[in-house]
């Protein structure tokens, strides 16, 4: 069975330092893996995704994820945080059936 | 970017009772799905939605629960006897197709609170 672990419930960063949160998976088969991205009072939102392609995957608002089989991780960076990007950040892989597994979110917080 | 709406976005009813959870995917989308959150817990997949049937459903989605597309554009998920453990935040989701490398387009949710 597919499942993604996310490492801290909460990490803290200043501002304009980098930012990296943590996500390692387990599959049976080649995963696709997704972070998605929740502000306050909003739905989730698509930041990044894998799909077997390039093992560095880009996102939007400068995030970028690296997938390593090696170490079954698909962690999230920014090289500099910046006061938006205080949310919620899940990790999630593609199950069957249009089922994505959710890990149980990183809160991210970024101090001035 | 199109977007996903859900009403209510919040609902209180008492237990025993029914509700329906309503959600306007994306137009041209085909795919329709039910996410729900329990505060402090994971984000749960219940139900997956194509061509009028379910595709899938999780052990969540007992007989308690049903989905329906009532009429081309919205979708709706119904809890006939709402339960205290029913309390979450139901995500609606839409995609184009249903591969797993398809982009998931979430609404904003619907915090239901069972009394």
């Known amino acids: 069975a597919q499942s993604v672990t996310q490492l801290g419930s909460h990490v803290s960063v200043s501002e304009g330092a980098l930012v990296l949160l943590r996500c390692n998976y387990s599959s049976s088969v080649p995963p696709y893996l997704f972070w998605y991205v929740q502000y306050p009072n909003q739905g989730l939102q698509l930041l990044l995704k894998y799909t077997s392609a390039a093992t560095l995957v880009k996102g939007i608002n400068g995030f970028e994820a690296e997938f390593k089989k090696s170490e079954t991780s698909f962690h999230l960076t920014k090289p500099s945080a910046h006061m938006s990007d205080a949310a919620e950040y899940f990790c999630a892989v593609y199950n069957q059936g249009g089922k994505l597994i959710f890990g149980q979110g990183t809160e991210l917080s970024v101090k001035p | 970017e199109p977007e996903v709406t859900q009403t209510p976005s919040h609902q209180v009813t008492q237990m025993g009772q029914e509700v329906i959870l309503r959600c306007v995917p994306i137009s041209n989308h085909l795919y329709f799905y039910w996410y729900r959150q329990i505060l402090g817990q994971k984000v749960e997949f219940l139900v997956s939605f194509y061509n009028n049937e379910i595709s899938e459903k999780s052990e969540i989605f007992d007989d308690q629960f049903s989905v329906e597309r009532p009429d081309g554009s919205n979708f709706t998920l119904k809890i006939r006897s709402t339960k205290l453990e029913d309390s979450a935040m139901y995500f609606c989701?839409?995609?184009?197709?249903?591969?797993?490398?398809?982009?998931?387009?979430f609404g904003s949710g619907t915090q239901l609170s069972v009394l």
């Open positions: 989701a839409s995609s184009e197709g249903g591969q797993g490398n398809e982009k998931l387009f």
